[in-house]
């Protein structure tokens, strides 16, 4: 059974840093792309960055581009995403995933069993 635990949001004041993690457990998580998605109030869920498995690919939605950074580190079975200069409408539940699609705009969407529970980033003005 794959649990996917997202771990690090928090409450930062705009300009400030966060790094969230994800840990992953009950695949092989080498062979497995990964991502971000986050869920504003009132919003529906949109992609933030994907990874692929081998790291070599790297995909970003333009408005968190230059400022936020996934990496992994497959020997935890972990995903990150660094959080700079972060701004009022970065506010949201972040949700990591297992087998993002890579482009922003797919309406592709993983199973339920594939998603992390979220952790919850605020940002003050």
């Known amino acids: 059974q794959v649990q996917v635990a997202e771990s690090g949001g928090g409450l930062v004041q705009a300009g400030g840093s966060l790094r969230l993690s994800c840990e992953v457990s009950g695949r092989t998580f080498n062979r497995d792309d990964m991502g971000w998605y986050r869920q504003a109030p009132g919003k529906k869920r949109e992609f933030v960055a994907a990874?692929?498995?081998?790291?070599?690919?790297?995909n970003y939605h333009g408005n968190v581009k230059g400022r936020f950074t996934i990496s992994r580190d497959n020997a935890k079975n972990t995903v990150y995403l660094q959080m700079n200069n972060l701004q009022p409408e970065d506010t949201g539940i972040y949700f990591c995933?297992?087998?993002?699609?890579?482009?922003?705009?797919?309406?592709?969407?993983?199973?339920?069993?594939?998603w992390g529970q979220g952790t919850t980033v605020t940002v003050s003005s």
């Open positions: 990874m692929s498995w081998s790291g070599s690919i790297i």
């Open positions: 995933v297992v087998k993002p699609p890579h482009a922003p705009d797919s309406t592709y969407i993983p199973s339920e069993e594939l």
